[in-house]
């Protein structure tokens, strides 16, 4: 069974920073693309970071540049967010996900989602 769980969210101060993890169970992270997305209240959806393993093409969004970087632990099957100098706009519920055609067309596994909260 196909299984991604997201962990590591909290409360942090403005110009602090979390790292959240993305542990995958049931299937090998290295032959997917993997998302990290969030979601803010009353906003929609938007993609953080996203990596396909299919080409190795990456996209950041454009208000994470410089600040927010993923990496991965093969062994662990996980991939980690580390998240620099948050601001409380990056207040939300982040999200990982998985698709298995290696593209990042479709994301077909999602995690419960990990709340991240940017507040003095």
């Known amino acids: 069974q196909v299984q991604l769980v997201e962990s590591g969210g909290g409360l942090v101060q403005p110009g602090g920073s979390l790292r959240l993890s993305c542990a995958a169970s049931?299937?090998?992270?290295?032959?997917?693309?993997i998302g990290w997305f969030r979601q803010a209240p009353g906003k929609e959806r938007e993609g953080v970071f996203t990596i396909s393993s299919s080409d190795g093409s990456t996209y950041y969004a454009d208000s994470v540049k410089g600040r927010f970087t993923i990496s991965r632990d093969n062994a662990k099957n996980t991939v980690y967010l580390q998240m620099n100098s948050l601001k409380p706009e990056d207040t939300a519920v982040y999200y990982c996900?998985?698709?298995?055609?290696?593209?990042?067309?479709?994301?077909?596994?999602w995690g419960q989602g990990t709340q991240v909260t940017v507040s003095s």
């Open positions: 049931g299937f090998t992270l290295d032959y997917y693309a």
């Open positions: 996900a998985a698709d298995p055609r290696g593209t990042g067309a479709e994301w077909d596994y």
